[in-house]
């Protein structure tokens, strides 16, 4: 578990969204179609369904995509299953020609004992938006991969090793120690519409109705396998779900200030995985509070649920704050911190680059960096057609 403490708790930030929402019924005090602290972002709706502002004078369509990617291996264990496998085809090319004697395992088992419960994971994804004519309603859609493996030593390996010494005969296919993985890839496309309801000018209401496919994989790959140009097989190891989900939020502005909650995925549904894993998909529910100046803004995300995980993939909770500062007329630094409670992660500060031209052209590049081993970034460009 990761020992830094954010700055809010949960609790707070329960406490912090209750009452912002009790200015829901209280009179209003800035109203929104003003949209001088508007976010016209088109990449806020795939986390936020009622970000992008409501208003229809924009004249051109618009298309915006992004990506990232982000690794962790500061177990090392992609090197060191490397080197494992290395050394057993070495001593199993040995064993060939009966070059093996007593005591030549001694330094592969001792490979395998200290690669024991290392772990590294993996995420990448991507989405886009389509702000066409009709801009009440816009099309979106994503793919977004997490993945994590554990290395599972089995103890009988040694024993293994010392016979296979004797004997003079060995095989890299005896060893029965593996990486466990575990990874969920979602897809989506939908169509976001967002709204204000008489009375309540000051809060915008969004919805993202989407079709989506939920990918459960899972393997348990063996030190033989390791070099496998295909280590997944999609009718083996990959079970789909497709269903119909959709995304609700609600943002709500007071002066300069806009607060926001949101639930991504309001349908739940449980998937088996090939191995028999169970994967229980539930509601994510996050929060936002936004303050914009002339000087810049300040930005504080909370995930009020964990993000579920799934066999070796551990549930995370994510604590984002981040400012952005003006330049130029153009160009906007970001930097940031996150802090994520979860078994394997470590915090993150960010640090981002943000071009804008005219109302809807955006050029935005972040990268997070914990440590060699531990980094990522990503990357996102709107542009009007």
Same mark, same amino acid.
């Given at each position: 578990m990761n020992s830094h403490l954010p700055i809010f708790t949960p609790r707070q930030v329960t406490q912090l969204l209750f009452t912002g929402l009790v200015y829901l019924s209280a009179? !209003?005090?800035?109203? #929104?179609?003003?949209?001088?602290?508007?976010?016209?972002?088109?990449?806020?709706?795939?986390?936020?369904? !009622?970000?992008?502002? #409501?208003?229809?004078?924009?004249?051109?369509?618009?298309?915006?995509?992004?990506?990232?990617?982000?690794?962790?291996?500061?177990d090392r264990l992609l090197d060191n299953l490397k080197s494992i496998y290395d050394e057993g085809a070495a001593l199993e090319g040995r064993s060939r020609g009966i070059l093996v004697i007593p005591g030549d395992e001694v330094v592969l088992v001792e490979q395998l004992r200290n690669a024991a419960d290392d772990k590294t994971s993996f995420s990448a994804g991507g989405h886009f938006a389509l702000l066409t004519q009709n801009k009440d309603w816009i099309v979106v859609g994503g793919s977004e991969f997490n993945g994590s493996g554990r290395f599972i030593y089995d103890e009988a390996d040694a024993t293994r090793l010392r016979f296979a010494t004797v004997l003079g005969l060995f095989n890299l296919g005896e060893l029965q120690s593996s990486v466990d993985v575990s990874a969920l890839w979602t897809n989506y496309l939908g169509i976001n519409h967002r709204f204000t309801i008489d009375g309540m000018p000051n809060t915008q209401f969004g919805v993202t109705a989407k079709l989506q496919n939920i990918s459960v994989i899972e393997r348990s790959i063996s030190i033989a396998e390791y070099d496998e140009d295909k280590l997944f097989d999609r009718g083996r190891d990959v079970e789909d779900n497709i269903q119909l989900n959709a995304d609700i939020g609600i943002e709500h502005q007071v002066d300069n200030w806009i607060l926001g909650l949101d639930i991504e995925d309001i349908y739940q549904q449980a998937v088996?995985?090939?191995?028999?894993?169970?994967?229980?998909?539930?509601?994510?529910?996050?929060?936002?509070?936004?303050?914009?100046?002339?000087?810049?803004?300040?930005?504080?995300?909370?995930?009020?649920?964990?993000?579920?995980?799934?066999?070796?993939?551990?549930?995370?909770?994510a604590y984002q704050l981040s400012t952005l500062l003006p330049v130029s007329n153009r160009v906007d630094v970001l930097l940031g911190y996150v802090w994520l409670d979860s078994d394997n992660d470590s915090d993150l500060p960010t640090v981002g680059l943000r071009y804008r031209l005219g109302e809807l052209l955006r050029i935005e590049a972040q990268f997070s960096y914990a440590g060699p081993r531990e980094f990522g970034g990503g990357a996102s460009l709107q542009l009007p057609l």
């Open positions: 009179p !209003a005090i800035a109203d #929104t179609t003003d949209d001088t602290y508007a976010d016209k972002r088109l990449s806020t709706l795939h986390s936020r369904s !009622a970000a992008f502002p #409501t208003e229809n004078h924009y004249s051109d369509t618009t298309l915006q995509g992004d990506g990232y990617a982000f690794l962790n291996d500061n088996k995985g090939a191995e028999g894993t169970r994967y229980q998909q539930r509601s994510h529910v996050s929060s936002n509070l936004n303050y914009s100046g002339g000087w810049g803004s300040l930005r504080l995300d909370a995930d009020i649920t964990p993000k579920k995980g799934f066999g070796e993939l551990s549930s995370r909770k």
